[in-house]
């Protein structure tokens, strides 16, 4: 196993490696934990525009569950092929 290299006070590394989740607001790794993904995709969903919503609090970048579930029910396919129409009928 690799040792650790330090983090920077105050970087971006250093909040996601901190778990937040007072109940209403979690830091990036336990969003990353909820939907499954790594930190990193979750990072490139934020700059992309493409991921769930997010809150800014100075440098601290927070998700609230509800919103995550919210995004990840967008997500939902019944196949590979399926653009996002084939469930709008269905119970979600």
Known sequence: MRPRRPVRAGSIEEEETNVTDNGLYMDTQG???VLGLSTKTLSRYRVS???PVFHR???RIRYRR???E???ATRRRAST?????ALSGAAR
């Open 81 to 85: 092929s399926d653009d996002g129409t």
């Open 57 to 59: 609090f100075g440098t």
């Open 31 to 33: 969003a990353a934990r």
């Open 66 to 68: 509800d919103d995550l």
């Open 70 to 72: 919210a995004w990840a």
């Open 49 to 51: 525009g493409g991921g």
